[in-house]
């Protein structure tokens, strides 16, 4: 009976997309997944295509060209599977699998029982039969050389299939193998560019990843490497007999597409649109003539891999499968549904031109010209009157006031209908920037480092005056009510908060809370309270969320970077129920939903230094800009929003796994990645359940340490590049919120005069807690280890130790009295506890740190356990792909090597993950997919059992004990 055993399917990319009938089929690793179309549900899943990867999913088909509901094929890397799905079962079925001898790029059914078509990998065809699990036809292509891709159409009869294949040397080759007199079929090579019939199709600057064909309509899609996406159409003469005969097609170019910032991996037919996929997480959708139509942008979700598009009454469900493991449906917008046209204003361009403007409603605009002229929409000029506007005009949230500042210090409040104003005076003979109070009140900022405040129900004279903090851009950008809080942000990036009364006294008011520069130098863009939090975006390009407190104001929660390419976030709001954020991604105005993690709206409009507004009505997105002297108006339907069939992880590689048991769940799972973010995961009912994804390192999560936990909250710290380490408390109950608790980054005045290194070069790679002292200790490439001592809401450096010459992968507390680490250079250190401990007490145990050359080369991999109080068993692998098991007496100042056992190992590559288990045994992993379990005796280590996996390149091992 085997020991290892398959628990849950991986979370790993998503390579495989087909739809059949109301059916979605995902090949995810080695398990093949079935979700209902038009329920949006789950259904089954089935380990078919045992530690391999599947790569295609193919149905067969009958003589008519229809799907069979039933049977199906799973193909990846040299294995494919025949499987059946039963519908009313709602259970997959395998009924015979065969392992060829090179890489499969597509699997068709022929027409003749147990008969399949394949594609391998060096150009040849196969005819296998399943039922006897051989070959009965082999053909090989006068032109062996390596694909990347291929496809087989044109019927399920042998001598009518026809072969169009991708290669490493840029070409597209089509030829027919099951026809005796010719193999390849050649057509002549012509300039592209003149529309000519082609030859041996050289289409491209790199290898060919991916081909689609519309036999209906006799289109070619072919993706490469260069980032190109190129459509042919082929003619069959009229007098041709047999369209089969490929020798007698006209190939002519009809589009070659730029439309991806990185590698295209696929690209799907779906009459009349085309569908790309990436490297860069876009999905494109064009036409036949080479037209974008709309696009899908999506970079934190990592490349996408596969794709598989639905035909339906409203228009194609497109789905998505990426390197996170996510499975998305994207329902992408019409050309039709944009347009993209001109105000019109009364004003003579020749002489003057808009320079502000705001919408009132979604079809009428208010503009302040450069001579000061007001006009609304494109009948009304408010007549001259000597108010000389100064170039700004600010719209309240409700959409019903307008406030023009002028030139010699006054303000007026139109009415937004009745264009009745009222008129202010400031009494100063600068205006700086005008903020809306919610809908009741305006905040004009004046020189001095002042600013006035005005309820709209009051008298002319200000209600209260308050003081800004000084800084080389004195008025507020932004201000929000949040219950007795007036809070505030400025030009500078602070955030700063006033105690709020309705009737205040006389003089200056002073602000009680401040937070300076914390959206750094470019300011704040927005502040929108949301219950008892308040969010805050900046020209940072950051998202922060503080807690609200009445009596002690606010503290910041997290911070997060929606957009890793947006620097410059503007206005934070709410629409049905979820949170948008606009912004700017350098010229591009974008409209992003954050809890979707969805871009919705991207317009180049030529920056954020123009004045512009949008409105969203009756779901149409409204977007007014001033460009090149003239205002432009952009309307486009907001798409559907994405919905997710199954949840991402990590885009790129887990560096880093920490396990904690609950009794609510069967596991709490903490990840860190190389994209910065760290995962919070439950591990329930045999699935992954990704709960929420923290923010706020600098570069890529290295290590992780469960500090504490119990039943409502964890503590975890985090530490990786850069020298960044935090602590971060994860609160699951009563509801699930994160927030960090205290961020250390390695500065000059901590490092010693032995550590040379540039702090920004040091990476920390492991870490441990010393529980009865409170202090984490962490090890870094440079090899030091320091210690921490968490002390409220700072991470106290508290000792350095130099205990290796190289970079330090392991450490951990091993004994009382006693630290152990391990390095890249095979070296396994005892380093005393009192080198890092804070000072307790004079008789704290000395001794000097002892070393041992365990392995030849890295040591990767470490585990210890205890035995006795005086001996330590540690266990050991290393790049030479050996595990080393140690044995260590340990008596007062003193440690001695007992004995040390090497195995060469059965792992082929180097061993990434060891752990002891149980009383005396160790498990392995390896990046060569494998995963060991070994006996431990005193005089031998022995294999009880191992299995493998279809995950390759495995980076961390976590068990729970």
Not at 248 to 273: M, N, T
Not at 549 to 578: A, V
């Amino acid at each position: 009976m085997s020991c290892l055993t398959t628990y849950i399917p991986p979370k790993c990319p998503v390579i495989a997309l087909e739809v059949f009938s109301n059916y979605l089929f995902v090949g995810q690793g080695c398990f093949l997944k079935i979700y209902s179309i038009s329920e949006n549900s789950f259904l089954t899943e089935s380990e078919i295509l045992h530690y391999s990867v599947i790569h295609g999913i193919t149905f067969k088909r009958d003589s008519t060209g229809q799907e069979d509901n039933t049977v199906l094929s799973a193909y990846g890397e040299k294995k494919f599977v025949i499987a059946n799905f039963d519908r009313g079962a709602k259970k997959v079925t395998t009924c015979s699998e065969a392992i060829l001898e090179d890489w499969i790029y597509h699997l068709e059914f022929l027409n003749e029982q147990d008969l399949v078509c394949v594609i391998l990998g060096h150009c040849q065809v196969l005819v296998f039969d399943c039922v006897r699990n051989q070959s009965l036809v082999r053909v090989q292509s006068k032109d062996s050389c390596t694909l990347y891709c291929g496809k087989l159409f044109f019927g399920n009869e042998w001598p009518n299939v026809l072969c169009a294949v991708g290669t490493v040397f840029q070409e597209v080759l089509i030829w027919s193998p099951g026809r005796s007199n010719e193999v390849l079929h050649r057509f002549h090579q012509h300039d592209v560019d003149n529309g000519e019939s082609l030859g041996d199709t050289k289409i491209a600057q790199g290898a060919i990843f991916n081909i689609d064909i519309d036999v209906e309509h006799q289109i070619l899609v072919s993706s490469s490497d260069d980032r190109s996406l190129q459509i042919w159409q082929w003619v069959i003469p009229e007098d041709e007999p047999s369209p089969n005969d490929c020798s007698k097609w006209q190939v002519k170019s009809a589009a070659r597409l730029y439309g991806h910032e990185a590698r295209i991996w696929k690209a799907r037919i779906v009459y009349p649109y085309v569908v790309s996929v990436g490297e860069d997480g876009r999905c494109n959708l064009w036409d036949y003539s080479g037209t974008l139509v709309d696009r899908f942008d999506l970079r934190k979700i990592g490349s996408i891999r596969a794709v598989a598009v639905n035909m339906t009454d409203k228009g194609p469900q497109i789905f998505m499968g990426s390197d996170d493991g996510g499975i998305r449906i994207w329902y992408p917008r019409t050309k039709r549904e944009t347009q993209h046209s001109t105000f019109d204003v009364l004003i003579n361009y020749k002489t003057d031109f808009v320079r502000a403007m705001c919408l009132i409603d979604h079809n009428t605009a208010f503009c302040v010209s450069h001579e000061g002229r007001l006009l609304v929409g494109s009948t009304t000029a408010l007549e001259e009157d000597g108010f000389l506007p100064i170039g700004i005009v600010r719209c309240s949230p409700c959409r019903q006031f307008l406030c023009v500042p002028s030139e010699d210090g006054r303000i007026r409040i139109y009415d937004s209908k009745s264009l009745i104003f009222r008129e202010y005076n400031t009494k100063s003979s600068l205006i700086l920037s005008v903020t809306w109070l919610d809908s009741i009140g305006v905040l004009v900022s004046v020189d001095g480092a002042r600013a006035i405040l005005w309820y709209l129900d009051g008298t002319l004279d200000p209600d209260a005056s308050f003081r800004i903090p000084k800084g080389r851009h004195p008025w507020l950008t932004y201000a929000a009510l949040c219950g007795s809080w007036l809070v505030c942000g400025d030009a500078n990036g602070s955030i700063f908060t006033y105690w709020q009364q309705r009737k205040q006294a006389e003089g200056l008011i002073e602000w009680k809370q401040l937070f300076p520069s914390i959206h750094g130098k470019n300011g704040v863009t927005s502040l929108a309270p949301c219950g008892a939090c308040l969010y805050s975006t900046g020209r940072d390009g950051k998202l922060r969320k503080f807690s609200v407190d009445e009596e002690q104001g606010l503290q910041m929660i997290s911070e997060t970077k929606p957009l890793s390419d947006c620097e410059w976030l503007e206005r934070i709001l709410h629409y049905n129920d979820e949170m948008l954020i606009s912004g700017f991604q350098s010229s591009k105005f974008v409209l992003f939903n954050v809890d979707r993690n969805q871009t919705l709206v991207a317009v180049d409009c030529g920056g954020g230094h123009r004045s512009h507004d949008f409105i969203i009505h009756e779901g149409y997105f409204y977007f007014a800009y001033v460009n090149k002297r003239k205002t432009h108006r952009y309307v486009t339907r907001l798409p559907r929003l994405l919905r997710e069939l199954e949840p991402g992880l990590h885009p790129s590689s887990i560096n880093c796994v920490e396990l904690a048991e609950q009794d609510d769940v069967d596991l709490y799972m903490v990840t860190g990645g190389e994209n910065t973010e760290i995962q919070f995961s439950a591990v329930e009912t045999g699935k992954f359940k990704p709960l929420v994804s923290i923010q706020g390192h600098l570069s890529s999560v290295k290590c992780l340490a469960v500090l504490s936990h119990d039943k409502e909250s964890l503590l975890v710290a985090s530490a990786g590049g850069r020298s960044e380490l935090s602590v971060w408390r994860i609160q699951m109950k009563p509801e699930l919120q994160w927030k960090r608790v205290a961020n250390h980054l390695l500065g000059t005045p901590f490092q010693s005069k032995e550590e040379k290194e540039p702090v920004d070069d040091i990476r920390y790679m492991s870490m441990c807690f010393h529980a009865d002292t409170g202090t984490l200790i962490v090890a870094g490439s440079d090899g030091f280890i320091r210690s921490y001592s968490l002390q409220g809401n700072k991470l106290i450096p508290v000792k350095t130790c130099k205990s290796h010459r190289f970079c330090i992968l392991y450490v951990a507390v091993a004994h009382s009295n006693w630290i152990l680490s391990a390095d890249t250079a095979g070296y396994i250190c005892w380093t005393p506890l009192s080198m890092l401990l804070p000072e307790t007490s004079q008789d704290a145990f000395m001794g000097d740190i002892i070393r041992f050359r365990v392995h030849s080369a890295g040591a990767n991999a470490v585990d210890f356990r205890s035995l006795t109080e005086t001996e330590v068993e540690v266990g050991s692998s290393g790049e030479d792909c050996s595990i080393a098991l140690s044995r260590f007496t340990i008596l007062g100042k003193e440690i001695s090597l007992k004995y040390k056992r090497v195995h060469p190992s059965c792992h082929a590559s180097q061993v990434i993950g060891l752990r002891f288990i149980g009383g005396n045994h160790i498990i392995t992993a390896s990046k060569d997919q494998r995963i060991y379990l070994w006996k431990v005796n005193d005089d031998e280590i022995s294999v009880v059992d191992y299995t493998r996996t279809s995950v390759a390149d495995v980076t961390s091992l976590a068990i729970s004990r």
